[in-house]
């Protein structure tokens, strides 16, 4: 028989999970934006909580920067600080959406010398990839149109092809470009990467190094996203997952929050790619904000609830599960599903952490630990970073 659990522990061990330096500052939404203590003021106490993340996870050993938000007047030491901490720079995040001349679009609009400067923007990113180490260029773009005929729907295609393959251009080797997609906002009528076809059109132009980055809220209401992950796994086009959930739109709530029984089937598709080994070209990102919950501690809950739904997928019976499939047996295929989907996986990853010398339960460890009281103390004074600064 089949050892899942010893299988399962093993997996565990290697997965990884890259923190967005954004979820550590303060966020909110168009009506307000809370401050709290001890919120970082600079992207090196960013970084530093990161990194505390990692240390009571041993699972989150990358952050995303984003461009410029994270812009210091030396990049390498920042990469330097992040290695002091013990963990790395991870995708690079471009910004196309806090610009004046980008009403009209960015890397689409019709006046060339704002595609010039769209253009110029990922080059300056490509070098925060080269100083820090990164390999990821991770595009977000928000381009689109509010009204029908204010734009040319296929024009902004063709000069958006014609922009991403400047882009593409300047990545190195080693490097990947890799693109997101988004259905709405925010433009409302069109977005000029609406969907993940779209996306994977523009990689499949633009050649192997392109890759399309999945984003767990920018999808409409019951969307299969477990299908779309089966399908761009199946042709190897699957770079990223922007983790985070959704009650209603791009709500970047804490993963596994809303649904943990999607992120479960998510995971699901993976496992059965053997998308989950490090070195399978799926990088497991959270792209979250916490408006009122503390973010440290909501950065740890979130990577614990992707373990918790990796650990089911892993204990997914594939035999039993294959048996039934091909049997036709639709009730008992759904039910090796359930099995594991119902199964405590805590203890299993209480046994995992124990065995690395980490907290059975890093959330209430760290809740304990005194970090978030001593952070406070200390950072007295100065701007506290926020989402957009
Ligand atoms: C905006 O929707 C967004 O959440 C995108 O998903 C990006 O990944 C992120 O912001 C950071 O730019
Ligand atoms: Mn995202």
Not at 61 to 82: E, F, I, T, Y
Not at 91 to 99: E, H, K, M
Not at 144 to 172: C, K, M
Request: aromatic content about 8%.
């Amino acid at each position: 028989m089949t050892d899942l659990r010893g299988q399962a522990l093993a997996a565990l061990a290697n997965q990884t999970i890259e923190l967005p330096s954004w979820a550590f500052g303060n966020a909110g939404t168009r009506f307000k934006v809370f401050g709290s203590p001890g919120v970082p003021r600079d992207p090196f106490e960013k970084i530093s909580d990161a990194a505390q993340v990692h240390r009571s996870t041993g699972v989150a050993p990358r952050v995303s920067l984003h461009v410029p938000w994270d812009l210091v007047d030396d990049m390498g030491a920042l990469a330097r600080h992040a290695a002091d901490e013990g963990v790395s720079i991870g995708a690079v995040n471009s910004n196309l959406f806090q610009d004046d001349d980008y009403k009209l679009g960015s890397l689409t609009n019709a006046d060339p010398t704002i595609r010039a400067k769209a253009v110029a923007h990922h080059v300056q990113c490509i070098d925060v990839m080269r100083a820090t180490g990164s390999t990821d260029l991770k595009i977000w773009l928000p381009d689109g149109t509010n009204y029908p005929g204010q734009d040319d729907i296929r024009d902004r295609q063709e000069r958006l092809a014609e922009s991403l393959q400047q882009v593409y251009a300047e990545l190195d080797p080693g490097h990947r470009l890799i693109l997101e997609y988004k259905f709405y906002e925010p433009y409302f009528y069109t977005m000029d990467i609406p969907d993940w076809g779209t996306s994977l059109l523009h990689c499949l132009a633009l050649g192997e190094q392109a890759m399309v980055v999945l984003d767990t809220g920018h999808h409409a209401p019951n969307t299969n996203i477990e299908f779309i992950v089966a399908q761009l796994l199946r042709i190897g086009r699957l770079g990223a997952f922007d983790f985070n959930s959704r009650f209603y739109g791009d709500d970047d709530l804490v993963v596994g929050a809303a649904d943990p029984f999607q992120l479960f089937r998510i995971m699901h598709e993976i496992v059965r790619a053997d998308a989950l080994r490090p070195g399978s070209g799926v990088n497991f990102m959270l792209d979250q904000c916490h408006n009122i919950e503390p973010k440290i501690p909501g950065q740890i809950r979130s990577v614990m609830n992707v373990q918790e739904a990796t650990a089911k997928a892993l204990l997914v019976d594939r035999e039993e599960l294959r048996t039934a499939q091909r049997l036709g047996d639709v009730l008992g295929a759904n039910a090796v599903l359930m099995d594991a989907y119902n199964t405590d996986v805590r203890p299993l990853l209480a046994e995992l952490r124990e065995s690395q010398g980490l907290a059975a339960d890093p959330y209430r460890a760290y809740a304990a630990s005194g970090h978030a009281d001593r952070i406070a103390a200390e950072r007295i004074g100065g701007q506290q970073a926020g989402w957009g600064a």
